[in-house]
């Protein structure tokens, strides 16, 4: 009988393996993601950075150790993590990277990110949200907003989604139902980020984000296709300084003198 030889399998295949399958969870998924958006874009003749930020809490309360523990995978796919003092603050660094181009030379093409909190930091993050939406990602980065949704009230004080808060914000968003769709739906969100240049949404539950399964370990297994027939307006979509001083003038006439009557 001839004998069968298994693959060598680590710790470490749920982030570096690129062929076969890996065994994974959905905060490490979300990890994964990062480093293949890396992967992806330098394929297509891309130097990018990734950015990661946010504010701990259920469901997503083990992300912020879980990035800790891959430093060394992150710092050679170049994606800086930086936790937030609060939701907002990690918010703004986010926004801030949307706008690297706009500075002077930059160092990468783009810097794509990703911010998570839990659903109440989505209500705080409603401003920063909004004009970072109103602004537009960069043509080589996106923003993807990882919400953590509790819609049964199971580790917080009352049942939150965040559909009709980014909704609000005319922000799009994306449910994957599965954590093989945390890495399908989160580099489809990142495309559609930097082809519209709006912010994208993502929604993480209990049942997907703390729940593991075997996935495909192909970088380039997802195919994203963008629409041929949009046609650009002529300054595109993506942030971008403004073309032309706009001043705002204002005519008025001249009102007559006033006329005084004689006193008799």
């Not at 065994?23 to 990018?48: F, K, M, P």
């Not at 537009?136 to 907003?145: F, P």
């Not at 009102?255 to 004689?262: F, G, K, V």
Request: glycine share 10%; net charge neutral.
């Amino acid at each position: 009988m001839q004998a069968t030889t298994l693959r060598p399998v680590t710790l470490e295949d749920k982030f570096i393996s690129t062929q076969g399958r890996v065994y994974l969870s959905g905060i490490q998924a979300l990890i994964r993601l990062a480093l293949l958006q890396r992967q992806r874009d330098a394929a297509a003749g891309l130097n990018t950075a990734g950015f990661i930020s946010g504010y701990r809490g259920s469901p997503l309360g083990g992300l912020d150790e879980a990035l800790w523990k891959a430093r060394t995978h992150l710092d050679d796919s170049h994606v800086r993590f930086v936790p937030g003092v609060n939701e907002e603050l990690a918010a703004t660094a986010v926004w801030g990277t949307q706008q690297v181009h706009l500075t002077g030379r930059a160092k990468y093409d783009g810097v794509y990110a990703l911010w998570y909190g839990k659903g109440p930091g989505v209500d705080r993050c409603g401003d920063v949200f909004k004009h970072m939406n109103f602004a537009g990602t960069a043509k080589h980065g996106g923003v993807l907003l990882v919400a953590g949704d509790d819609h049964g009230a199971y580790s917080s004080t009352l049942p939150h989604q965040s559909d009709h808060l980014f909704a609000a914000s005319m922000i799009p968003v994306l449910y994957p139902c599965n954590v093989g769709e945390y890495i399908e739906l989160g580099l489809h969100g990142w495309a559609m980020s930097r082809f519209s240049g709006c912010a994208v949404g993502f929604k993480a539950l209990a049942d997907t984000v703390e729940s593991s399964a075997s996935i495909e370990a192909d970088p380039f297994a997802v195919h994203t296709v963008l629409p041929a027939d949009f046609v650009m307006p002529p300054d595109g979509l993506n942030s971008r300084r403004a073309s032309r001083k706009r001043s705002c003038r204002i005519t008025r006439s001249t009102p007559p003198s006033p006329t005084l009557a004689p006193i008799s």
